[in-house]
C-alpha cells in the first residue's frame, strides 16, 4: 500500500468522524426522566457573542451581553442525575426553530410539582461536557409511561436518506473523473 493510498484511508476515516460527531450532537435524541425541578441562571457573554459587534468603552474593555438560562433537572429511570439547558434556538444552527422556552420551562414546572411524578419523553440535542459547563438543549417535553421506548424515526430516514445521497455524489464524482482521464 502506498503512502498516497494511506493519506486517503486516513482523510476518508478522518471525514466520517467529523460528520458523525456533526450529526450525533444535532439530530434530535431522547431519554425517558423524571423532572425534579428547574432553574434560571444568568449568563454572561463578553465580546461579540456571535450576534453583533459590540463597542468597547475606554477604561472599561468590552461590553458584556447578559441573557437568562434556563435549565430542567431531571432524574433518569436508572437514577442518574440530567440537567438540560432550555434556551431558544431562534433562527439560527441547528435548525430546531425553537422559540418557546419559557413555556417549556412551565411545563417542565408542572411535571416538577405533580405529585405522581409522571415519567417524561425529553427531546432535546447536543451534549453534556461537564469540564466546559456544556448542557444539552431540551426541545419537547412529553408525559408518557416508565417502560416508553423510543425509535428515532426521523432520525433514522435522515440517515439513510444521507448516505443514499453520498453514495450517488460518489459515483457520480468517480465518474466524471474517470471519463476526464487522459489515457
Known amino acids: 500500500?502506498?503512502?498516497m493510498q494511506k493519506v486517503k484511508i486516513v482523510t476518508g476515516v478522518a471525514?466520517?468522524?467529523?460528520?458523525?460527531?456533526?450529526?450525533h450532537y444535532n439530530l434530535p435524541r431522547t431519554s425517558v426522566v423524571q423532572i425534579t425541578g428547574t432553574d434560571v441562571k444568568r449568563a454572561d457573554s463578553a465580546g461579540t457573542g456571535g450576534v453583533t459587534p459590540q463597542t468597547t468603552?475606554?477604561?472599561?474593555?468590552?461590553?458584556?451581553?447578559?441573557?437568562?438560562v434556563?435549565?430542567?433537572?431531571?432524574?433518569?429511570r436508572d437514577g442518574k442525575i440530567m440537567v438540560f439547558r432550555n434556551e431558544?434556538?431562534?433562527w439560527g444552527w441547528p435548525p430546531y426553530?425553537?422559540?418557546?422556552?419559557?413555556?417549556?420551562?412551565?411545563?417542565?414546572?408542572s411535571f416538577a410539582t405533580d405529585s405522581a411524578k409522571p415519567f417524561v419523553r425529553i427531546t432535546y440535542y447536543g451534549w453534556r461536557i461537564r469540564i466546559f459547563s456544556m448542557f444539552p438543549?431540551?426541545?419537547?417535553?412529553?408525559?408518557v409511561d416508565r417502560d416508553y421506548t423510543h425509535y428515532p424515526v426521523f432520525n433514522t430516514v435522515f440517515i439513510i436518506a444521507l448516505l443514499v445521497f453520498g453514495a450517488l455524489a460518489y459515483r457520480k464524482l468517480r465518474l466524471f473523473f474517470n471519463r476526464n482521464r487522459i489515457p
Open 88 to 90: 431558544d434556538t431562534g
Open 57 to 68: 468603552d475606554p477604561g472599561k474593555g468590552p461590553l458584556v451581553r447578559t441573557h437568562d
Open 70 to 76: 434556563r435549565f430542567i433537572n431531571a432524574l433518569s
Open 15 to 23: 471525514a466520517v468522524v467529523v460528520i458523525a460527531l456533526f450529526l
Open 137 to 143: 438543549n431540551a426541545v419537547n417535553l412529553k408525559a
Open 1 to 3: 500500500m502506498g503512502a
Open 97 to 109: 426553530f425553537k422559540f418557546d422556552s419559557a413555556d417549556l420551562t412551565a411545563q417542565a414546572q
